[in-house]
């Protein structure tokens, strides 16, 4: 036995409150909640989706419209579209926390990445 002072009473409890402290902890972590989704959707656009924030709250993503699919910076309540010239599909990947935004793109030589 690990503990031969312990009887199997005084293990059993131990063992019952260390169950109901991790139930404690895991019960009192906030759940995820719907009404804590803010929805990001670019005008005019058939799928949107958002891949990465930064500290500033600046979100970069992609969407898809019946141009095609861009990239997009969600900014300060404004989208700013970014395609790469030439491409046929522009995807922004990342945003660090100096703005820089990274992703990638198809043209007619291939797919790419990209930083901005």
Known sequence: MLFPSLSFRSVRVVAAVLVM???AVTLSTPAFSASSVNTIDVPGASFTVARGINDRGQIVGDY???????????SKGAFTTIDVPGASF???????????????????T???GFEQ
Not at 64 to 74: K, N, P, Q, S, V
Not at 93 to 108: L, Q, R, S, W
């Open 21 to 23: 402290l991790v139930l």
């Open 64 to 74: 898809i419209d019946a141009t095609g699919g861009h990239g997009f910076l969600y």
């Open 90 to 108: 522009t995807q922004a990947g990342g945003i660090n926390n100096g703005g820089h935004i990274v992703g990638a793109y198809d043209d007619a």
């Open 110 to 112: 291939g797919t790419h």
